[in-house]
């Protein structure tokens, strides 16, 4: 078992930065595949970004490539999105999860891949 904690959400105004954190307690996170997602009102959760076990792999909703960032650190059992650029439409509750049943391939980005999820954290992004 694995609990994942995330942290780092926040209001900000369009054009800013945050960056969340997803700290991973109960077992070592080096071996397990890594994703964030997001949910807003009224929608399903979609694919966000993620990062293979060994941090060499990593892919990104298409609307987020060029803005977001996933990292790990795996000493320190964290996983990180840093966030710049924002958008109102990135307004959402934001998740982390992890897994490592799966083959790192286009899974990474289906939320049932993940067997393990956190409570997320609000981000808003005011116009």
């Known amino acids: 078992q694995v609990q994942l904690v995330e942290s780092g959400g926040g209001l900000v105004q369009t054009g800013g930065s945050l960056r969340l954190s997803c700290a991973a307690s109960?077992?070592?996170?080096?071996?397990?595949?890594m994703g964030w997602f997001r949910q807003a009102p009224g929608k399903e959760r979609e694919f966000v970004a993620s990062i293979s076990r060994g941090g060499t792999s990593t892919d990104y909703q298409d609307s987020v490539k060029g803005r977001f960032t996933i990292s790990r650190d795996n000493a320190k059992n964290t996983v990180s999105l840093q966030m710049n650029s924002l958008k109102p439409e990135d307004t959402a509750v934001y998740y982390c999860?992890?897994?490592?049943?799966?083959?790192?391939?286009?899974?990474?980005?289906?939320?049932?891949?993940?067997?393990?999820w956190g409570q997320g954290t609000q981000v808003t992004v005011s116009s």
């Open positions: 999860a992890a897994d490592f049943a799966f083959a790192y391939d286009s899974r990474a980005a289906r939320p049932q891949s993940y067997d393990y």
């Open positions: 109960g077992r070592t996170i080096s071996a397990w595949h």
